[in-house]
């Protein structure tokens, strides 16, 4: 049995080899399908890996008051409805007046994205971003301090000239050195490095290891443009509490805007993994696009795989006569282009997963997502190369081994 099968798979690659070029385009037609499914699915899953990993830094026991709902929609290019900016003095009522036991409250704002931090001679390149922020604000948004402490309580109420930078800042103006106690610039006022921040890479083009976080007062006597909208961000320790904290922090913002109990919320509410589902059924939708494309590429190349495999049983009909006439059987004649055809797809398949594997690797890296081998849709498309060939090729082989000996050998 083994021997039969062996002699196959060798008749097989010696017929592959005498049809070079058909094969080639046969498994280049293949290929451009399979390399579509995973090169899509692969980009898909580096982007739902790095969502996942942002946010679930988080927890899902956090969550924001912020200007707007994430669900209000867009008409004609514009909001249905205009949410004032949440001001500093709403945000600093909110923390002094909101009690839910278990709970720690974090405010802060971006006073700008495009700061030139400065220490002694060297400045960064390109220009970085700078938060104020109070002593919640790394906890409740899932950051670590590395190197050095966090904020406390005095530094935000007292004022300090104090910062805690993210790894880019270190690496581009203090390569080599210590950045604890160093002094940095920011718009000519002198800060002393407390702490740095973990790595956080770069997620939509946004670098979050390029940014500076000081105490907010101070950055608000910077920072001093109009309409600063302010963010508010609420962890609870129990998340089986947090039900209860979110109504709470509703009713307390209700409040410190005077809406009565027919007003509508004029601002928004949004929870980590809300976000994540959010995102995630929008990217079902581009899972469906990449299976759609990738079937009605992969259903051509399965009519070019059988119509070459038709031409092959046509041309070699007369070695077909000659097999049977020394005895081959009808199964060992269609195990043999059979075999031929389940090599083309196959090797039609390895060559689209590499493709598609390479692709999104690029795409991830191009644009900042943390990208992971898709396991899953490589066994998708082996899976669907298998059942290619096993169609396509089902069909000639069925011919070749139906067809009759004397004929065959009379065929020219």
């Known amino acids: 049995m083994f021997p039969l099968f062996k002699e196959n798979v060798r008749i097989a690659f010696f017929s592959i080899r005498s049809q070079v070029l ?21 980009a898909i899953a580096a982007l739902e890996n790095t969502i996942t990993s942002d946010f679930a830094s988080m927890g899902s026991n956090t969550f924001n008051l912020q200007r707007y709902d994430s669900q209000i929609r867009i008409n004609g290019g514009e909001r249905e409805k205009v949410n004032p900016v949440i001001g500093y003095r709403e945000v600093k009522d909110f923390k002094e007046n909101y009690e839910f036991p278990q709970t720690k409250v974090s405010i802060s704002f971006t006073g700008t994205s495009g700061a030139e931090i400065k220490h002694e001679s060297d400045k960064t ?18 950051l670590n301090v590395e190197k050095g402490r966090d904020f406390s309580i005095f530094d935000i109420e007292n004022n300090n000239n104090v910062a805690i930078v993210g ?68 962890r609870v320790e129990n998340k089986e509490m947090l039900e209860g904290a979110q ?20 601002f928004g509410l949004a929870k980590s993994d809300d976000l994540i589902n959010r995102i995630f059924s929008i ?5 469906i696009a990449a299976w759609v494309i990738s079937i009605i590429t992969i259903f051509g190349s399965s009519i070019a795989l059988m119509n070459i495999m038709l031409v092959s ?35 039609g398949g390895l060559l689209g997963i590499f493709f598609g594997v390479l692709i999104g690797f690029g795409v991830s890296k191009a644009v900042g997502f943390d990208f992971t ?23 000639p082989a069925a011919k070749a081994a139906k067809q009759d000996p004397i004929e065959s050998l009379r065929y020219e």
């Open 125 to 142: 390149d390109p220009e970085a971003s700078v938060l104020g922020v109070n002593e919640n604000y790394i906890s409740n948004s899932g």
């Open 167 to 234: 790894a880019d800042i270190t690496n581009g103006l203090l390569e080599g050195r210590d950045p604890l106690d160093k002094v940095i610039s920011v718009r000519g006022v002198k800060f002393r490095i407390i702490g740095t921040l973990e790595s956080k890479g770069s997620t939509f083009g946004n670098n979050q290891d390029l940014r500076v976080l000081i105490p907010i007062q101070v950055a608000r006597s910077i920072f001093t443009q109009p309409e600063i909208n302010y963010n508010i961000s609420v």
């Open 22 to 42: 058909r094969t080639v385009l046969t498994v280049m037609i293949i290929a451009i399908g399979i390399t579509a499914l995973v090169g899509i699915l692969s």
């Open 313 to 347: 049983v046509s041309e070699r009909t007369r070695e077909i006569g000659v097999r049977k006439a020394l005895g081959a059987k009808k199964n060992t004649i269609a195990m043999q282009f059979f075999m031929e055809t389940l090599i083309i797809g196959q090797l």
């Open 247 to 266: 109504d709470e922090a509703i009713m307390t913002f209700r409040n410190i805007r005077g809406l009565s109990p027919v007003e509508e919320n004029n």
């Open 283 to 287: 990217t079902q939708y581009l899972n």
């Open 373 to 395: 081998t898709p396991w899953m849709a490589v066994l998708w498309a082996t899976g669907i190369t298998l059942v290619v060939a096993v169609l396509a090729g089902s069909y």
